[in-house]
């Protein structure tokens, strides 16, 4: 109770003090009335590049979120101001700490006074639509004659317009993105232990890995006399479903997934499936294969065993195969054939595949309040061209990077100087719509890592998509999803572990019927069928 309260103090002093700073910003406007300020002269066109108004000295308020560097002012950063330059605009930020966003955010949002002109929503992206239901947010689509460029890009993503569009139709929001089908988790192997242990290719299916695993199980694979220090494997428990499900068929990841036949299903209530995917880890964890703390297992235990020389597989991320894990080794000299590469997915009772990532990473959204809506959509959709989101990629030219005769790009000395970069506003996604790139990314790593990375993508499948949901939906799944969940990944690790039997199998799916797991499904049935009409639109 101590700590509620102590937390609660904290977020309403926030709140005030961010309060303050709306509302001393729009005092030369009357708060009470919410008549348009005109938004530029009569014959000014927009047309999707800078500026977006020929009047000068244009404030709008905007309550985003600060950078997760201490050390830097997103204020203050060049990429950040050249926006506004461009646009002939001064945005009046108020910055919000990442980890007090949403304690901060979601309270000013239910009070519904002294909001900004557009805002940063909370992570959790309005799940329930309740600020569109609250009417607190312009519909942007009616508006689309003035967002070129984002209308433009949503019928270019027709799978992130389907998620973006609410229940009643309309789209209320602005997103920035993250990269989803490059970069991606997928298993990564030891290349010289591999070529060691006989393996001319990557394992295809489970029963090859499997037998890849005895071998390092009963070998000296780092040569110091010891058979019994090495860990075939290595893989924390949030990435064993991305290894190993698809193999089973199943998108753990998601949960609530669409199977092969377009049906919704919960991956944990697969009866044959699931099933399968339990006994097959069961036998890695008797057979001493899977860690038997693989429950507490952290990526810094297994960037150490990598170190030592330990160990022979893991999955993460792509971006860690190179940069995080192969510089460990004490062999590798920047090639494949000694580091840690990713590979194909596995192959079980099903094809395999790899689970992406929704690209949905942020949304923002123009206060319907605000008398300034005209400007502020103008603003959001300048900030989301093109052209504003290379330079939040790449930086600015002759400073963060340089173009070869070639016309390639890369970045310079100083961009490696990651404070500097840091300060300079690149990826300023905390403040401004913006979209991750793979291709500034593939500048970072190493030759082999990228064309791996390439070699993948074609295994990614996208996940369980962003979908608003209806108020009653939101109920049934605010009642029974948590102790679902809860119940089904205890169940999970008893299962693994051999704690509880597999032949207790069906009184486990009988036990998730009985905590409304149709209800559930009903509802994701609800949403994703929704889901499709707006992508058919
Ligand atoms: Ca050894």
Redesign the pocket.
């Known amino acids: 109770m101590k700590n509620n309260h102590s937390r609660l103090v904290k977020a309403t002093a926030l709140l005030c003090a961010v309060s303050l700073a709306a509302t001393s910003l729009t005092a030369c406007g009357d708060s009470s009335s919410t008549t348009e300020n005109a938004v530029a002269s009569p014959d000014f066109v927009y047309d999707g590049t800078g500026p977006i108004t020929d009047l000068d000295g244009m404030t709008l308020t905007c309550v985003a979120q600060a950078s997760n560097y201490s050390n830097v002012d997103m204020t203050q950063a060049e990429i950040v101001k050249k926006v506004q330059e461009g646009a002939n605009v001064t945005i009046d930020y108020t910055l919000v700490n990442p980890t007090n966003y949403n304690d901060t955010v979601k309270p000013m949002l239910a009070a519904g006074s002294d909001l900004p002109d557009f805002i940063r929503l909370p992570d959790d992206m309005d799940p329930n639509q309740s600020y569109i239901n609250s009417g607190l947010f312009e519909p942007l689509d009616t508006h689309f004659d003035e967002m070129p460029n984002f209308s433009k890009w949503l019928d270019e993503n027709p799978s992130v317009k389907a998620s973006l569009t609410a229940s009643d139709g309309h789209i209320y929001y602005v997103c920035g993105t993250n990269v989803s089908d490059t970069f991606q988790p997928c298993i990564m192997y030891n290349m010289k232990w591999l070529a060691d242990a006989g393996f001319s290719e990557v394992p295809s299916t489970t029963d090859e890995f499997v037998e890849l695993l005895r071998y390092y199980k009963t070998h000296?694979?780092?040569?110091?006399?010891?058979?019994?220090?090495?860990y075939p494997m290595s893989v924390t428990a949030e990435m064993l479903p991305y290894m190993f499900g698809p193999a089973f068929g199943l998108d753990l990841i998601s949960g609530f997934y669409v199977k092969d036949d377009g049906t919704v299903a919960y991956a944990q209530a697969e009866s044959e499936d699931y099933k399968a995917y339990l006994t097959f880890l069961n036998q890695l964890y008797t057979e001493g294969l899977l860690d038997v703390d693989y429950t507490t297992l952290t990526r810094d235990q297994i960037i150490a065993r990598f170190a030592n020389d330990q160990t022979g597989v893991t999955c993460d991320w792509g971006y860690q195969m190179d940069m995080t894990y192969s510089v460990q080794l004490p062999y590798y000299d920047g090639t494949r054939a000694t580091g840690v590469s990713g590979a194909k997915p596995l192959s079980g009772t099903h094809e395999g595949f790899y689970v992406g990532r929704d690209p949905i990473g942020s949304l923002w959204g123009v206060t319907a309040a605000s008398s300034n809506i005209d400007l502020a959509i103008r603003f959001l959709d300048y900030a989301f061209s093109e052209a504003n989101q290379d330079m939040y990629c790449w930086g600015i030219e002759g400073e963060s990077y340089v173009v070869d005769e070639n016309g390639n790009r890369e970045f310079t000395e100083q961009a490696s100087d990651n404070t500097w970069l840091q300060q300079l506003g690149i990826n300023p996604a905390g403040v401004l719509p913006a979209r991750q790139s793979t291709e500034a990314t593939y500048a970072l790593v190493s030759d082999w890592h990228e064309e791996v990375d390439q070699e993948l993508i074609q295994y990614v499948r996208s996940p369980w998509p962003f979908i608003f949901a209806e108020s009653d939906e939101a109920e049934v799944v605010s009642n029974y999803l948590v102790d679902l969940e809860t119940y089904a990944d205890e169940m999970e690790v008893a299962f693994i572990t051999g704690t509880a039997s597999l032949d207790t199998f069906d009184d486990y799916l009988a036990t998730l019927e009985s905590m409304h797991l149709s209800d559930l499904l009903e509802v994701r049935t609800a949403q994703y069928e929704r889901y499709q009409a707006a992508s058919a639109t």
Do not use: L, W
């Open positions: 000296d694979m780092n040569g110091n006399g010891d058979t019994n220090d090495e």
